[in-house]
């Protein structure tokens, strides 16, 4: 499958400061550069009934989140210094409401994406 066509998918190693708990369905969002995170988010933290940069900072103190593409490593980088939420697509149903709304934002230009975020979305 052609990686444009799927978006941020995949893009980032998440590493759990708790080395018991599971990554599996875990979503980033790319608060910076990912068009279609912040609305997701917002959404994410309004049900949560929380600020979305108390949410993005409880994350940084609770996963290191890792660029595959490596473009986060050093200050010239692109991707150097990003927000991102972390958000679990399965077992959290404010993550599930997130993703849907993520998946409806990005079907049109990213219809692969959509479709896997909902396939994840109603294991």
Not at 81 to 92: P, T
Not at 96 to 121: F, G, H, S, T
């Amino acid at each position: 499958m052609d990686d444009k066509n799927r978006g941020m998918y995949d893009k980032f190693k998440i590493i759990p400061t708790d080395p018991d708990e599971s990554i599996d369905n875990k979503f980033v969002l790319d608060l910076f550069h990912d068009p279609y995170a912040v609305p997701a988010a917002n959404i994410f933290a309004h049900q949560n009934h929380a600020d979305l940069f108390s949410l993005v900072i409880q994350d940084m103190h609770a996963y290191k989140i890792k660029r595959v593409d490596k473009t986060d490593v050093m200050p010239q980088d692109k991707h150097w210094r990003c927000m991102y939420l972390v958000i679990d697509s399965l077992r959290d149903l404010y993550g599930q409401v997130a993703m849907e709304v993520y998946a409806k934002a990005c079907e049109n230009d990213y219809p692969l994406l959509a479709k896997d975020i909902r396939k994840r979305i109603t294991k």
